[in-house]
């Protein structure tokens, strides 16, 4: 089953603007990640937060965790047309399989000039 | 995108064709992993290759068939395929013992006529 699940589906902001998006999943995890792609190209890994962290900062980017609602926050601050992209929330299986990444269908979010 | 590389970019090809896949990583990373990315779906795993042995086939059909030559090297061959297989391929790397970073080439876009 569909591990990781993005909302919403898609969101459009003024540049300058904050961004936050958000994934909920269903099983224990190790970590989740958040990635990036832009149209018609590979994902690009943005952070990682690990199950015992609760908030992570990279940039612009803020990442919560809260694993007993098993669910996640990006947040991008003082968004930029350049951030216009799908945004992807990841989950390992967990166990001997945290190679394996299970994606959710993404959130589309456009940022106009 | 240097660090995972995929030909070719785009692919059109008739449902009896053979055709053939390429992904490289430079990272020097264990593990390699087959994507495919449909519209309005999430990203399916297709195949993982852990040190060049296959440890993951998700229920994919036989008529794409991957190939790991050595830990840099990915192949995925494909014959008769059905227009429903048109997608955008996905190859990435990650070393296996870490978090699980992947790192994705740019994709081969497939449209199959």
């Known amino acids: 089953s569909q591990q990781g699940e993005e909302d919403p589906q898609a969101l459009s902001i003024q540049e300058g603007e904050n961004a936050t998006m958000n994934c909920s999943y269903k099983?224990?995890?190790?970590?989740l990640q958040w990635y990036r792609q832009n149209s018609g190209r590979g994902l690009v890994h943005l952070i990682l937060?690990?199950?015992?962290?609760r908030e992570k900062h990279s940039g612009r980017l803020r990442v919560t965790l809260d694993t007993s609602k098993k669910s996640s926050s990006l947040l991008i601050t003082a968004s930029r047309a350049a951030d216009t992209a799908s945004y992807f929330c990841?989950?390992?299986?967990?166990?001997?399989?945290?190679?394996?990444?299970?994606f959710g269908k993404g959130t589309l979010l456009t940022v106009n000039p | 995108e240097t660090g995972v590389t995929q030909t070719p970019r785009h692919l059109v090809m008739g449902m009896t064709n053979k055709k053939s896949l390429k992904c490289e990583q430079h990272?020097?990373?264990?593990?390699m992993y087959w994507y495919k990315q449909s519209a309005k779906k999430p990203l399916e795993l297709m195949f993982v290759?852990?040190?060049?042995?296959?440890?993951e086939n998700n229920s994919v059909p036989s008529r794409f068939s991957p190939e790991c030559p050595n830990s840099s090297h990915l192949f995925l061959h494909l014959h008769t395929l059905q227009p429903e297989d048109s997608a955008l391929y996905l190859c990435?790397?990650?070393?296996?013992?870490?978090?699980?970073?992947?790192?994705f080439g740019p994709g081969t876009r497939l449209t199959v006529l």
């Open positions: 937060i690990r199950s015992n962290e």
């Open positions: 990435a790397s990650s070393q296996v013992q870490s978090y699980n970073e992947q790192f």
């Open positions: 099983t224990s995890i190790n970590n």
């Open positions: 290759y852990n040190f060049k042995e296959q440890t």
């Open positions: 990841a989950t390992d299986a967990g166990g001997g399989s945290n190679y394996k990444l299970t």
């Open positions: 990272l020097g990373h264990n593990a």
